[in-house]
């Protein structure tokens, strides 16, 4: 039997798994894995909703209020930093 010849996507594909070692997993390696996940996240405290819907409040909030209090001046010096910052590289 020929085998038919690979196209450049699939050699790519290959090249990523044998470089990654993101080969396909047995079924029963797969099922392993997600047992373990499954126990390492019942041994997670819960997070108090309330708690997580504040800091979510303030976070939304924050910026917002930040840029209201800064002056024109500070806003143009934190804008240089940033642009310099991304041109740096």
Partial sequence: MARRKLDLNEIAARIV???????Q???DTRERAERERRR???NEP???PAAVALGRLG???GGKARA???SA?????I???ATAARWKQ
Avoid: M
């Fill in 79 to 81: 804008a240089r930093k």
């Fill in 46 to 48: 819960e997070n108090n």
């Fill in 73 to 77: 001046t500070a806003r143009r010096r």
């Fill in 25 to 27: 997993t047995s079924t």
């Fill in 59 to 61: 976070g939304l909030k």
């Fill in 68 to 70: 209201k209090k800064l």
């Fill in 17 to 23: 798994q044998e470089s990654t070692s993101l080969r």
């Fill in 40 to 42: 390492s996240r019942a």
